[in-house]
């Protein structure tokens, strides 16, 4: 019987959702249980591992999930891309990691890893600073090497670029920003608004640059549009049925949901609201969210438990049956979740250095909230 979502469900009869019934691809995720995660897919043979402090992004074009991000703590300092095609049930690697040699910095400072003529990011902490850019068909990473300590001196390095990979020719490069700064974040987040085709940066106040920062269509200048109200660790993913953002967790743990309403024109300044929501879900920070474009709902799973979140009744319900094996640690500085708009399921990655990446499916039905 489903208990703290009762209320919820209701709220939500009156919910539109185009093409519910169809959903192209596996089997598998076309008939999963409502509102339960499933095991879609694990491999032993896996020889990288998940990182738990690493970044995860959906490609639209493609349709797959694709990880960048090290724990970089430890001796697996790894800034491969690693991408899973859900319809293919495969992991693909898109190039070996850089020998730790190779760390350097170029004639003006930034890091830079990898051969000539092929650089690449350091191995770092990226959290929700990855995203997918589908007017550049390219990753957009914006997030800072503060915890990547190379056990040989790099001298004359003194900042991380904004970083483009290209996905089509699996390359890096370094965003041209005409000699204006460019925003990169510690711990912090992104996202892509469809709407007004911009990107989104919002760095806190933990370090990094801090406040909201957009890129607009012409993809060519940087700007700050509104302060920060958060620390670290925290999450952001657009509203794409109300055109907003919504950021969830903060450093100290936080439940509340802070809405940022941008202006209709990029570079122009938006607009904060902070709001409290009713029903339950944990306080934390450092979890995984996603947004479903359908069913217009937010995804999250703060310390293990999977809450929805619904912007318009401003609500959070707990999916009771949604739960994952008790050895498995998505809780715990976890980003690698995406929503797959072709199949209708949000993905979640889990793993550890001990256990390879273990690829989780679970298919959000909102009438089926209510329960018997």
Excluded at 73 to 100: C, I, L, M, Q
Excluded at 116 to 145: F, K
Excluded at 233 to 257: E, I, P, Q, W
Aim: glycine fraction near 10%; include cysteine; aromatic fraction near 12%.
């Amino acid at each position: 019987m489903i208990r703290e979502t009762i209320a919820f469900g209701v709220a939500l009869l009156g919910l539109a959702v185009p093409g519910w019934a169809e959903t192209p691809g596996p089997a598998e995720l076309a008939d999963l249980p409502p509102n339960e995660w499933v095991v879609f897919h694990e491999d032993e043979s896996l020889e990288w591992r998940r990182q738990g402090h690493g970044g995860a992004a959906y490609d639209s074009k493609r349709g797959t999930l694709l990880l960048f991000g090290s724990n970089s703590h430890g001796s697996d300092w790894d800034n491969s891309v690693h991408e899973f095609d859900p319809a293919a049930k495969r992991w693909t690697t898109h190039y070996p990691p850089a020998d730790p040699s190779t760390y350097r910095a170029d004639a003006t400072g930034k890091r830079i890893a990898g051969p000539e003529g092929r650089i690449m990011p350091w191995a770092m902490h990226t959290y929700d600073s990855v995203l997918y850019d589908p007017r550049l068909d390219a990753l957009v990473m914006t997030s800072v090497s503060s915890h990547t300590k190379p056990k040989h001196p790099v001298p004359g390095a003194t900042g991380d670029p904004v970083w483009i990979y290209d996905l089509t020719d699996r390359e890096w490069r370094i965003f041209d920003s005409g000699g204006e700064r460019a925003p990169t974040v510690f711990a912090s987040a992104s996202a892509y608004d469809a709407g007004r085709d911009t990107l989104m940066v919002y760095g806190g106040n933990g370090g990094g640059t801090s406040g909201m920062f957009e890129l607009g269509p012409d993809r060519k200048r940087w700007q700050r549009v509104a302060r920060a109200h958060h620390e670290i660790h925290f999450n952001m993913d657009y509203d794409a049925r109300n055109g907003t953002l919504a950021v969830f967790g903060d450093y100290g743990n936080s439940n509340k949901v802070w809405i940022y309403t941008p202006h209709p024109t990029p570079g122009r300044k938006g607009r904060w609201e902070e709001r409290v929501p009713e029903g339950e879900c944990p306080r934390d920070q450092s979890f995984p969210v996603a947004y479903d474009k359908r069913a217009g709902l937010f995804l999250l799973m703060p310390r293990g438990v999977t809450c929805v979140y619904d912007p318009d009744a401003n609500r959070y319900a707990i999916l009771p049956d949604a739960k994952i094996r008790p050895d498995e640690e998505a809780e715990d500085m976890n980003y690698n979740m995406v929503y797959d708009e072709r199949h209708d399921v949000f993905l979640l990655v889990t793993g550890t250095w001990r256990a390879p990446a273990r690829v989780w499916a679970l298919r959000l039905d909102p009438g089926a909230l209510q329960g018997p």
